[in-house]
Structure formats: structure tokens, C-alpha cells
């Protein structure tokens, strides 16, 4: 397929200015979350755009999805455009949101500035770029086989930075993804890598129990931070040496997240601190409640029922040798791991466009956090999904945030050599059957 490839290489180089003008334009809209700011406004602009190529629009507004008001509606967006005749669907899904600015920047966060190579900017990696380059990508691909199979989707969806309730959760749980083959998510891992999936997250608050009693006479009272504190003994003499032992065969980066990780996230006990610091002088007491947030991050060898054990054995072995020790423990959070197969469909489909437009294999990699993939994997039953898009990790939430406009033609031309891989009428001849759907 030499000569279509390079049809579309050629018609991919030739959007470069548009491209560098979408990408500034997406960036220009600070679609900061929380709280959610103007995700109905990039809708809207993604939906002018994809008109132009033959997409029809379809726009949805999770209500009721936390941060959901009439000030900062949760609008998402799903652009489709059929080819002429039937075939699989794949999906190109970014969120449309942004963190926020914090400090350090000397660039204008949201001027879409153009040096060099660089289009600097909030969301420029994560993920507007990688958004830019599957529209262009898509467009490439319609003006060079308009008569492909299937159908292409892109959507833009709300709230990832705040765990995705209010978009592709929400989606999921719609049933928007019933009828789609294939999902890329073109979040920042860089254009030669495959994300395959995700570790998994535990969040739970820890509490334990005193008695109040004044400060000079603590021997009348029981201090609850002394027995929170015994927790966290226990933890790091059983807990951190056991998570440490546990490797993981996922190709997580970088390196140390390849193991069991837990971070204390807070610990409090005692009267509530105001903001900033003490006018007077707190009372002497005797806290009688103090409490933990732990966050735990698991393998896929890890079964979620025994990381809940490790931690409720530590705090039952308590109750049972130390004298007055209550607690309860709350689960704030929970997402399971999730990791697709290297053989899934749209994963070889990148890796052959990868090994085409860059000249070597690609790197397979297994993200240390989680993204939307855990919705689309657990909600929309739909295992044949993979994070794959231009830009460096490690510039995502920080000043200065860029994206190299090399890396996303790259990118680009990647993602268009999916669709040729996917769509083409080889794969799908019109009078065959529907190839079955990876789901598990
Ligand atoms: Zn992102």
C-alpha cells in the first residue's frame, strides 16, 4: 500500500498550517477544569470544524454528573461520518479539558504562541494537540479514499481531569459505545509509543477513635492521632516492604512505578486548622477522631479484594493487640487495572502505522495513573482501546506546557494509516460479515 500511504503522508503535510491554526485555536479556548469552564463553546467550534469534512454532530450533556450546573454545563461532543458501506467504527476520543494555570509560566498560557517548532500553551500536550492531530488525520484520510468502509468518529469530551463522570463515564454508561470496533485515545505519550491500558487506583479514608480530655491530663482520655500513628507504623514496618516486593510484568513507566505503590495522600487529627495559621491558641485537648487518606496504586496481578485485605488485616491485627483501638475505613475511589492485548486489533494497526511512518517498532508502555480508557474498558465493555498521540508526558500540568508541531504531523500520519489499516475496503468487503468485536 506504498502509493496510498503516500498519498496521505502528502495530504497530511499539506494541512500543516491548518493544522498549526487548529491547534492554537483549540488552545485559545481555556477550557479549564474544575470548574469546567466553555466546554460548550469548544463543542461547538469542534462541530463547525468537522461540518466542513461530512461529520454530523451529535451533542450531549451529562446532567447531573458532578460540577454539572447551568453555569458549567457538561457538554460533550461525538462527530460521525459514515463511509459508503458498512464496516467497523473507530473512534478517536480527547478530552476537551484543561488543568489549571498555576505559576512559572513565561509564555501566555492561552495565546497558542508558534516558536519554532512549539506551540506553547495549557492543554497543548494534554491533550489539544493530540486532538488536532486526529482531525487532521481524519481529514486526510476522507480527501484521500472517500470511498473507505465503516465509519470515523471523534469526540470531545468533558472532565477527565476531575475522573471523567461528566464525559466519557457518562458516554459509556449511555450506551455511546455499543456500535464503536476501536478507540484511540491521543493522549501525550509520544508518537512512536502505545499506551495499552492503565494501573489500578484504591482510595480509601482511614479513621481512628479516642476520647476527648484535657491535654494536662491525657491519661484521662485517649488520644486517636497516637493510635492513627500506630497505623502508619504498621505500614511502614509490614506494608511498604510488602508492596515493594510485588513487580508487575506491565510495561509501567516510568521504571519505579512498576511495582505496588501507596502514597499517604493526608493525615489529620485534632481541632480543624483554619486557613493560613492560628489567631489565638488551640485548646488542649485530647483528639478523640484523626484521619488517613491513602492512595493506593495496584497491578493487574493484583486481585482489588486483596488489596482491601492487606490493609483491613493490618488494622483488624490492631484491634486485636492494642488496647482501645476502633476504627472504620471508607473507600473513596476505586478503578480497576485494565491493559490490552499488543494483539488487539487497533493495536497492530498502530504499531504497523508507527513502524511505516517512523522507521522502527513501537514502544509499548502502561500508563502509572489512570485515564478515560477505565470507562470505556469497564462501562463500555470495550477492551480494544489504546492511548496513542503526539507530546511528552512529563510537559502535561506544568508551565510552559508545549507540543511539537513535527510530532503531531507524525502522529497524524500515523493515526491516518490506522484508518487506511481499519477501513479499507480489503478489510471489510461489502458483502462479507461484520468481523467480531473484541469485548470482554
Ligand atoms: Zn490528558
Redesign the pocket.
Known amino acids: 500500500m506504498g502509493d496510498m500511504s503516500d498519498a496521505l503522508t502528502a495530504a497530511i503535510a499539506r494541512r500543516r498550517d491548518d493544522l498549526i491554526t487548529l491547534t492554537q485555536d483549540l488552545i485559545r479556548m481555556p477550557t479549564i477544569n474544575p470548574p469546567g469552564h466553555r466546554y460548550g463553546e469548544i463543542c461547538e467550534y469542534l462541530d463547525r470544524r468537522l461540518h466542513r469534512s461530512g461529520f454530523a454532530s451529535e451533542y450531549i450533556r451529562a446532567y447531573g454528573t458532578p460540577g454539572d450546573s447551568e453555569k458549567y454545563p457538561r457538554w460533550n461532543l461525538i462527530a460521525r461520518r459514515h463511509g459508503t458501506r458498512p464496516g467497523d467504527c473507530v473512534h478517536f476520543n480527547s478530552?476537551t479539558d484543561v488543568v489549571e494555570v498555576g505559576r512559572g509560566w513565561t509564555r501566555d498560557p492561552f495565546g497558542g504562541d508558534l516558536d519554532g517548532d512549539r506551540i506553547y500553551g495549557r492543554g497543548a500536550c494534554?491533550?489539544k494537540g493530540g486532538l488536532a492531530a486526529s482531525v487532521i488525520a481524519a481529514e486526510a484520510f476522507i480527501e484521500v479514499h472517500p470511498d473507505y468502509a465503516g465509519s470515523i468518529e471523534i469526540s470531545g469530551t468533558a472532565d477527565?481531569?476531575t475522573g471523567g463522570f461528566g464525559g466519557v463515564a457518562y458516554l459509556a454508561g449511555q450506551g455511546h459505545f455499543t456500535h464503536v470496533d476501536h478507540v484511540l485515545i491521543p493522549?501525550?505519550l509520544g508518537e512512536d509509543c502505545i499506551c495499552l491500558g492503565h494501573r489500578g487506583v484504591w482510595w480509601a479514608e482511614i479513621e481512628t477513635y479516642g476520647e476527648i480530655a484535657h491535654g494536662s491530663m491525657p491519661f484521662l482520655g485517649d488520644c486517636a492521632i497516637r493510635h492513627l500513628g500506630a497505623v502508619l507504623q504498621e505500614f511502614e514496618d509490614k506494608l511498604y516492604p510488602a508492596l515493594a516486593r510485588k513487580r508487575t510484568d506491565m510495561p509501567v513507566i516510568p521504571e519505579g512505578a512498576r511495582k505496588s505503590t501507596m502514597n499517604i495522600n493526608s493525615f489529620h487529627g485534632g481541632e480543624p486548622e483554619p486557613e493560613g495559621r492560628f489567631d489565638g491558641l488551640p485548646a488542649p485537648n485530647v483528639p478523640d477522631r484523626a484521619r488517613m487518606v491513602i492512595d493506593r496504586r495496584f497491578l493487574i496481578e493484583e486481585d482489588i479484594r486483596d488489596v482491601k485485605r492487606e490493609i483491613t488485616e493490618i488494622l483488624d491485627g490492631l484491634t486485636q493487640n492494642r488496647k482501645n483501638f476502633r476504627y472504620d475505613i471508607r473507600e473513596i475511589q476505586r478503578v480497576i487495572p485494565t491493559m490490552t492485548d499488543k494483539t488487539a486489533p487497533v493495536a497492530e494497526a498502530t504499531a504497523a502505522g508507527i513502524r511505516a511512518t517512523c522507521g522502527h517498532a513501537p514502544r509499548y508502555v502502561v500508563s502509572p495513573g489512570t485515564?478515560d480508557q477505565k470507562h470505556i474498558a469497564r462501562i463500555g465493555r470495550l477492551k480494544n482501546c489504546i492511548a496513542y498521540g503526539p507530546g511528552i508526558l512529563e510537559l502535561?500540568h506544568r508551565p510552559d506546557e508545549y507540543i511539537e508541531v513535527s510530532a503531531m504531523e507524525r502522529s497524524a500520519t500515523v493515526m491516518g494509516k490506522v484508518l487506511e489499516r481499519l477501513l479499507l475496503a480489503r478489510h471489510a468487503p461489502a458483502t462479507a460479515p461484520k468481523p467480531p468485536t473484541v469485548r470482554q
Open positions: 478530552h494534554d491533550m477527565e481531569e493522549e501525550p485515564y502535561a
